[in-house]
């Protein structure tokens, strides 16, 4: 699995029982607070190798950090996040490397294993399938509106558990089941990572608006003018194959197109198995894993938001 497809990493078969899994992401600071940032960013990129059916292994540290503008302390604070994100994924923290720069940045290296009999892509959404996803959408617009002060960061903190929270326990639920396809919902937003799953084989999806779950305050920030620098272009990666059926406000249009950071997974599983899967997910404590979409026949990859 390499660039032939959008996949979430890349798979290397190194024998007939392993595949290793590399994948590489890392991120500006969402929030102020160090420790959350090195929490979510590593989840962020812990999450690709989720999103392809693997564990992780090993993770290296990816750091970049303005020293002569802030102090170390912080540096300290975001190392441990990420650390102590990459235990909670039984992972080992094997190393990494650091760049002075203008703006910190921070994210990992990571390589996962999976049986090559059992590598979930991008590519396997089936007509009749149905779209489960894991975790609530909006954080593009939430944290840009807490930098602009338009979102006070006691509003915001609340959900950070949430963001920062690893895919391993939805995945782990998944595989018990059939899943045809998975990806995670990161920076293309939902209706980019639907499409995704949409042309990795030709196939139509519909996703039911009213059933997308979303984050306190987010149709709230995109109605009161916040955005973020991604939904312009996000909006046209999809052009001309997505149409939004109803009648949809700016604002709630918008949140079609809000890129996610430590977003949760996008599983089409059959239709028998949806509803066990959901309950099995819930029944694990992910409360907002919620049906969103149907894939149905079609001539070509097409989104139809209903």
């Not at 929270?165 to 937003?189: M, P, Q, S």
Request: overall charge negative; aromatic content about 6%.
């Amino acid at each position: 699995m390499g660039f032939d497809t959008s996949d979430d990493a890349a798979v290397y078969r190194v024998s007939p029982e392993i595949a290793l899994i590399s994948t590489v992401d890392y991120i500006t600071p969402p929030v102020d607070d160090p420790y959350w940032f090195g929490q979510i960013a590593a989840a962020n990129s812990l999450s690709d190798v989720y999103a392809m059916g693997g564990q992780p292994l090993t993770a290296l540290n990816l750091v970049m950090f303005p020293s002569k503008k802030l102090d170390m302390v912080f540096l300290k604070e975001i190392l441990r996040g990420g650390s102590d994100k990459v235990t909670e994924a039984g992972a080992s923290m094997a190393g990494g490397h650091s760049v002075d720069d203008n703006e910190p940045k921070y994210g990992l290296a990571v390589t996962g294993s999976v049986h090559p009999d059992r590598i979930l892509t991008n590519c396997g959404a089936q007509v009749g399938d149905v779209l489960i996803l894991t975790k609530p959408l909006g954080t593009g617009v939430l944290f840009n509106a807490n930098r602009s002060g338009k979102l006070a960061y006691s509003e915001l903190e609340s959900i950070l558990p949430q963001v920062a929270a690893l895919n391993r326990t939805a995945i782990e639920a998944a595989l018990k089941y059939e899943v045809h396809a998975c990806t995670d919902v990161t920076g293309f937003g939902i209706v980019g990572h639907t499409l995704e799953l949409a042309r990795g084989n030709d196939v139509q999806i519909d996703l039911i608006y009213e059933k997308l779950p979303l984050y306190p305050n987010a149709l709230r920030m995109y109605a009161k003018g916040e955005t973020t620098g991604s939904n312009k272009a996000n909006r046209k990666l999809a052009a001309g194959d997505c149409e939004i059926q109803a009648q949809r406000s700016p604002a709630e249009e918008n949140l079609l197109f809000d890129p996610q950071t430590s977003g949760g997974l996008l599983l089409a599983v059959s239709a028998t198995q949806a509803d066990d899967l959901i309950a099995s997910l819930k029944n694990e404590g992910i409360e907002t894993a919620v049906r969103v979409g149907e894939v149905v026949a079609a001539d070509r990859p097409f989104i139809r938001v209903v």
